[in-house]
């Protein structure tokens, strides 16, 4: 399965452009928004779950980050709420699980081989730091050579510079609209602008980003020896 499979090429996700669709295990539907592969594959995917919905043990071989949305998320490690960031490093495994539901963003098979760290940040008990501009702050999330993920709040009104984007940028809009010359982005939007494009960013009522950027230097990268699902 490919979806969004050309990293050369800009994609844009808005809610209502793709459908939820249900994943092997009962009570657990998905919305991809890149994928390469099958059951197994490189992919970002909104995860929902029904209330005492679970997935089976797993195995990350390629590593997962995640983003919980909405609910309470949890596995034997514990109960991660809205705005809890995750990293569980290649190697690691679990079984998640959630009592009253939930919605992540989730990414799989996008580590690097040697980004072994795993972490775990309650982002709404962690302070913002003042941006680049003024209306700007920056929460960073996660750092490894050229890659970033940072949580970005855009006050109302608040205007960035032209620039372009090194390696690529992800961004998922968590609150609020963002905009740039390309287009208006409401809450649950995903945007993927490829390596070396640029973008002049606003946003006229405020919003909440999570942005990832400098991972996507490879055109198209591959998956091998998999044996994870999500």
Request: proline share 8%; hydrophobic share 30%.
């Amino acid at each position: 399965m490919q979806i969004h499979a050309d990293f050369n090429v800009r994609a844009v996700v808005r809610p209502g452009d793709v459908e939820w669709v249900p994943s092997p295990e009962s009570g657990v539907d998905r919305l991809m928004l890149d994928r390469l592969g099958d059951e197994v594959a490189r992919a970002t995917t909104l995860v929902r779950f029904a209330p005492d919905s679970f997935f089976p043990e797993h195995l990350h071989t390629g590593g997962e980050e995640y983003l919980v949305l909405e609910g309470v998320f949890c596995d034997e490690s514990g109960d991660y709420g809205p705005g809890t960031y995750v990293r569980n490093p290649m190697g690691t495994k679990h079984k998640p699980f959630t009592k009253d539901g939930a919605l992540i963003l989730v990414k799989l098979w996008q580590f690097q081989d040697d980004d072994k760290n795993s972490v775990h940040i309650d982002t709404q008990q962690t302070p913002f730091s003042p941006g680049l501009v003024n209306g700007l702050s920056v929460l960073p999330l996660h750092q490894f050579k050229d890659e970033n993920v940072a949580l970005v709040r855009w006050q109302p009104g608040t205007h960035f510079s032209h620039h372009s984007h090194p390696g690529g940028e992800e961004i998922y809009v968590i609150e609020g609209t963002f905009q740039d010359e390309h287009g208006r982005y409401p809450v649950g939007t995903w945007v993927r602008n490829p390596n070396g494009s640029p973008h002049t960013p606003f946003s006229d009522e405020g919003c909440l980003i999570y942005v990832k950027t400098g991972h996507l230097r490879a055109a198209n990268p591959t998956l091998s020896a998999p044996d994870q699902r999500g």
